[in-house]
């Protein structure tokens, strides 16, 4: 069965310093993947997404992640985090018109 | 701007009585996806409509139904709300086209609280 993997819960880093959170997917096929945040009581916000071609994608906020199909991951990558990037992580595949998502990484950024 | 509107943001009701949570779009998208969220928990698919065809996930519960009047608009109605109904209410949207993945674009979620 497919599934999404994201191996921390919870992962503090200080302001400035840079960020790697990492996305671990199951997927037989070409995947489908998905960076969303959430920050408190909002919903989700798309940072980036890979369908094909290049695989290092760009986002939003300075984000980016890059794609390794023999690692089957898709870690998300920041060289310099702000303090109003604390937010809940969420990596996603898409499979038959739904996504398939992990369990999240809280984070949590210290002064 | 083209967006998701879920309202309202906050609904308070009480333990069995009706609620309906309400989702609309200006994307045009043929897709609307709802999910349930719990705290500290990935956001969990209720069901979805693909323009008009109604597709339920096997665990959702009878009592969450779901309408989609027109292209625009989508409900979620909660028959008999008990205490483990609790939780964020997200709406979705997406345009599903052949050979593509489903980006789906988020409402801003309904805050469900059952007293």
């Known amino acids: 069965a497919q599934s999404v993997t994201q191996p921390d819960i919870h992962i503090t880093v200080s302001e400035g310093a840079s960020l790697e959170l990492r996305c671990n997917y199951s997927?037989?096929?070409?995947?489908?993947l998905f960076w969303y945040v959430q920050s408190p009581g909002q919903g989700l916000q798309l940072l980036l997404k890979?369908?094909?071609?290049?695989?290092l994608v760009q986002g939003i906020k300075g984000f980016e992640a890059e794609f390794k199909r023999s690692q089957s991951s898709f870690n998300l990558r920041k060289p310099s985090v702000h303090w109003s990037d604390a937010a809940e992580y969420f990596c996603a595949v898409a499979k038959g018109g739904k996504l398939i998502f992990g369990q999240g990484t809280e984070l949590s950024v210290k002064p | 701007d083209a967006m998701v509107i879920q309202n309202p943001r906050y609904q308070v009701t009480q333990f069995g009585k009706p609620v309906t949570l309400s989702c609309s779009q200006t994307l045009n998208h043929n897709v609307m996806y709802w999910y349930q969220q719990k705290s500290s928990q990935a956001p969990k698919l209720l069901f979805h409509y693909y323009d008009k065809d109604f597709n339920n996930e096997a665990d959702t519960p009878d009592n969450f139904q779901s309408r989609r009047p027109n292209t625009s608009f989508c409900f979620l109605d909660i028959r008999s709300p008990g205490l483990g109904d609790a939780a964020m209410y997200l709406c979705a949207t997406a345009m599903r086209t052949s050979g593509m993945g489903n980006e789906q674009f988020f409402g801003p979620g309904t805050r469900l609280t059952v007293l």
């Open positions: 890979y369908f094909s071609g290049d695989t």
């Open positions: 997927y037989g096929a070409t995947p489908y």
